[in-house]
């Protein structure tokens, strides 16, 4: 018994030591590596970043130096809770395997900025005053922490309007341009109204139950968390009530967004009159969605590309938004600085992206360039929605953004789903969101 | 004397070698099982769990965890979701089960192509139980291929919407896990079945017992211990139910909850780092798990014995 005592004592010290002298090691090896990483690890949530980067900064990436895309998905807080764990070992990890880059969606940007997690954009990587000034204010805004340091940097503006369909505006309403479809939707009781007779002709004015969702959302007067009370504001109570009567009355698709029933309503044969969206809504999901051959050319007659107009709607709003954040103890604060100064702040980049994809980019200057060029975007029909989106993007307000706004909005529309679809109750679906959101976040109250 | 040491020492050589060979299990059981689960019931005592990049806790908090599980119709109900999603598929799986291996296992049908037979039915069995999942949702979505095949047959005008009903939703859980686990049941019972001595078969028919007779006076009775076997093994399976609803449902257990399973719940609170109410969740499975086992062992078994000493 003796002996066996013995032998678990040397292998409980071996277990310690071990492991113990080779992390030493590799920290004494990554510190004359200080210099110049060459390494570069980008946590992302979809692969928008990763061509952005790719299409754009690749061929100024210094030769020996690696890039390793981590990407996880967003949904059911699986890219925060990898990212999480990252950060809070960064310290005893080796400098290659530390996170460098790491991206951040409005929906929790918050909970990033003021944490020690992020590095200042302005004293740690180098970008100065003059590179960020053209940058819409909201979007520094947001990323301001609590001692007025700016914590990440965007290549987008995220203004958001209504993307309808061309032709079925035109069997609709009779017209298929902007302004006229504009006219015909600038309140929601006007909205209402066309949703009802594109029913009757056959057609959903939506495709689903969460498209409207951040067109509420956005115009939200409080925060969801009021000193770790969950906060109902009354803009969501309208979103509710909207969805479900349009739900009832046939108005929209029933799909979820993200579902491929969604995009679906978008093909050459969908029904659905249009979509909610910001600029990267254009490029990123609808555009590839409507394509009926995507490996041919992106023109009017591939499918429903080209067939699609977009105007204000009844109410501004903005969605989303991707922040580009250094990471704590980075080794590669200069090749960041190049990253973050081309994608964000070099205004030949900016408008080449927004003239190319469609993306409404992160500069005023340019923007208003653009708007007042000659530029018409291929899917918009030949339509410069820069211009239409010119308005919006001044007056985006996030004030009432909260670090809670991911788990919220996915669990809202998980539980009201089932009243949607009439399964439950009114009061059960609040039941359920309420239990929902206390297992995602055990600090708050109902 | 000399022949006393000599069986002496052999004696102790052998129980040596008999424990070195014990070591390695309780080692590892201890290591990675023993000490996990005391932990877990430690870890169920305090409040801690992590925020963001905030860590809450660890604060001793007694039974609250408890209380808070079993209040909110958080523990009972989804144990009750767990039990009839694990019934709607097991009462089938063991029925089929049976009569299949009856049917593989009998001398007097000779059934052709077993091998052929017993691979298709373990089939399911290897794929990925999420992938297998996932294929579901494909199928049985709004606009999915079912729903396709069942409007153009002309039984439909509306798509069917299985995933937002409850019994839609909790009968596919159950036909996937009956389709996942009935192969692996014939299998066990078929070597369950073909262990009974063929001499009791024949001298039943010659005795001229029709085959319900010979099924229940003689396979059944016979068969309890793998029948208990069967129906522990595939309890605990029932309670760890997972993977298959959690994608199904998305993780939140659609529509209503209704389809959230005991394990679906706790990794609810393991992924917000909630180890108190994740521990709590845990010692109330083993629980559950305990017990049940505990139960359907003694009453089953209590009438093989009785049964074998009345004979």
Known sequence: MKKLNKFILALVLASVIVPSTFANGTKESAKAEMEQGKVLNIYAWNDEFQTRFNTYFADKLPADVTVNWIITPNADNAYQNKLDEALLVQDSVSNNEKIDIFLVEADYALKYVDTPYTLNVKTDIGLTDADVANQYGYTKDIMTDSKGNLKGVSWQACPGGFIYRRSIAKDVLGSSEPAAVQAALNDWNKFDAVAATAKSKGYFMLSGYDDAFRVFSDNMKSKWVVNNKINIDPSIERWIDMTKSYTDMGYNNKANLWSAESWGGAAVDGKVFGYFGPGWFVDFCLGPATLANPDAAKELGNGSYGDWGLVKGPQGFSWGGTWICAAAGTDNADLIKDVMYTLTCDVATLESIAMELGDFTNNEKSMANIASSDYGNTFLGGQNHIAAFLDSAKSIDRSNMSPYDQGMTEKLMNSFSDYFNGTITKDKAWDNFYTSVLELYPNLTK | ?311
């Open chain 2, 1 to 311: 004397m000399l022949n006393q040491t000599l069986r002496k020492k052999k004696f102790i050589n052998y129980s040596k070698w008999g424990y070195m060979f014990l070591a390695p299990f309780f080692i590892i059981y201890t290591i990675f099982a023993l000490i996990p689960l005391l932990s877990t019931f430690y870890n169920s005592f305090f409040e801690n769990y992590r925020v963001g990049l905030t860590q809450v806790g660890p604060t001793f908090v007694g039974i609250n965890n408890y209380k808070e599980i079993l209040g909110n119709a958080g523990v009972p109900r989804y144990a009750m979701n767990t039990l009839i999603m694990w019934l709607l598929g097991f009462i089938p799986q063991i029925i089929v089960s049976m009569l299949l291996s009856v049917w593989f296992a009998s001398t007097s049908l000779k059934v052709k192509g077993q091998s052929f037979f017993k691979t298709v039915i373990y089939l399911p069995n290897l794929i990925m139980a999420a992938a297998f999942s996932m294929l579901f949702f494909t199928l049985f979505s709004d606009a999915g291929p079912i729903n396709s095949i069942l409007a153009s047959a002309g039984f439909t005008s509306e798509p069917i919407r299985f995933l937002a009903m409850t019994p839609t939703s909790r009968g596919l859980i159950a036909l996937m896990n009956f389709l996942m686990w009935y192969g692996n049941t014939t299998i066990l019972l078929m070597a369950g079945i073909l262990g009974i001595d063929e001499s009791l078969f024949e001298a039943a028919r010659i005795d001229g017992a029709s085959s319900g007779q010979i099924f229940t006076k003689i396979i059944l009775p016979l068969l309890v211990p793998i029948l208990v076997f069967v129906m522990i093994t595939s309890l605990i399976g029932g309670i760890q139910m997972f993977d298959v609803p959690q994608i199904l449902t998305t993780g939140d257990g659609l529509p209503d909850r209704t389809t959230m399973t005991l394990i679906m719940y706790l990794n609810k609170h393991l992924y917000s780092k909630n180890f108190g109410l994740a521990g709590a969740v845990s010692v109330l499975i083993f629980l559950i798990t305990a017990v049940l086992s505990f139960v359907v062992y003694n009453f089953s078994m209590s009438n093989y014995y009785g049964n074998k000493e009345k004979g």
